[in-house]
């Protein structure tokens, strides 16, 4: 099983920036794309940015420019430099990881528990 930690959020006023952090742990044979969603109250989670193994990025509109995805294979960690945060991002934040546990199984999605990130006006 692949275990996913998110670090970093909490409680920033609008126009700051915070930087989350997600480390994958536990028996992991290969990852292949990462990413964060994030699920606001009283919505549907939504995709936030995603980067492959091969460093190749893909944002939503609403946070392009602003936020940035980054990625440390050697430490099955990937990051989100959240920059000139609106009070639209509130939002807890989820890490996922579309990664094999071992040789012998399929690439499955694996998701954190969340980290809450605030925005106050």
């Known amino acids: 099983q692949v275990q996913l930690v998110e670090s970093g959020g909490g409680l920033v006023q609008a126009g700051g920036s915070l930087r989350l952090s997600c480390a994958a742990s536990g028996s992991i044979f290969s990852i292949n794309r990462m990413g964060w969603y994030r699920q606001a109250p009283g919505k549907q989670r939504e995709l936030v940015a995603t980067?492959?193994?091969?460093?190749?990025?893909n944002y939503a509109d609403s946070v392009k420019g602003r936020f940035t995805i980054s990625r440390d294979n050697a430490k099955n960690t990937v990051y989100l430099q959240m920059n000139s945060l609106k009070s639209e991002d509130t939002a807890v934040y989820y890490c996922?990881?579309?990664?094999?546990?071992?040789?012998?199984?399929?690439?499955?999605?694996?998701w954190g528990k969340g980290t809450l990130v605030t925005v106050s006006s």
């Open positions: 980067i492959t193994s091969g460093g190749t990025t």
């Open positions: 996922n990881a579309n990664a094999r546990a071992t040789m012998w199984e399929d690439h499955m999605d694996y």
